[in-house]
T-cell receptor
């Protein structure tokens, strides 16, 4: 089945860029998502990318997709303390179930 | 402007005492999902409804049931909560189940504590 992996923890200084990485196994995945979860809250959809794209930019967020290596990244420019949260990568499984498969999340800590 | 609403936000129940969690949506989406998320883990899909069609995940325990009386509401019933069922329960919706319209929108979650 699909496996999605992320590093567990990332710490950056305020104002620096953050890069959160994700790898997945199912090459047929067509939609890949990034969700943000603040403490005690639900998941907030940040952005998504379709598999025929290499890059998508949305204000401070840049998503890069390397389909050959099955590698997805989320870059946050000018990281702020309010960006501290857990970031989940998720891929859409393209079988009859249309399930979202989540990674285990990367905890981003932004230091002042 | 809340689109996916979950009530209550925090629920405390006793071991073995049935509990119901509620989700409602204002998006008129066809699909509603229930996820269980334990501490420091990824959300785990329990089941989903496509309209009135119920789709259970193979590894969801029988202790978990769901009802969807209409498009807007979906309930998660835990018949006999155990200590291992303490978790955040997330409801999500999507317009369809597949392709570009499958983007899932999540509610804020209900944190369940089992004493």
């Amino acid at each position: 089945g699909e496996d999605v992996e992320q590093s567990l923890f990332l710490s950056v200084r305020e104002g620096d860029s953050s890069v959160i990485n994700c790898t997945y196994t199912d090459s047929s995945s067509t939609y890949l998502y990034w969700y943000k979860q603040e403490p005690g809250a639900g998941l907030q959809l940040l952005t998504y990318i379709f598999s025929n794209m290499d890059m998508k930019q949305d204000q401070r967020l840049t998503v890069l997709l390397n389909k050959k290596d099955k590698h997805l990244s989320l870059r946050i420019a000018d990281t702020q303390t309010g960006d501290s949260a857990i970031y989940f990568c998720a891929v859409l499984r393209e079988d009859s179930s249309y399930k979202l498969i989540f990674g285990s999340g990367t905890r981003l800590l932004v230091r002042p | 402007d809340a689109m996916v609403i979950q009530n209550p936000r925090y629920q405390v129940t006793q071991f073995g005492k049935p509990v119901t969690l509620s989700c409602s949506q204002t998006l008129n989406h066809n699909v509603m999902y229930w996820y269980q998320q334990k501490s420091s883990q990824a959300p785990k899909l329990l089941f989903h409804y496509y309209d009135k069609d119920f789709n259970n995940e193979a590894d969801t325990p029988d202790n978990f049931q769901s009802r969807r009386p209409n498009t807007s509401f979906c309930f998660l019933d835990i018949r006999s909560p155990g200590l291992g069922d303490a978790a955040m329960y997330l409801c999500a919706t999507s317009r369809e189940a597949g392709a570009s319209t499958d983007t899932q929108y999540f509610g804020p979650g209900t944190r369940l504590t089992v004493l």
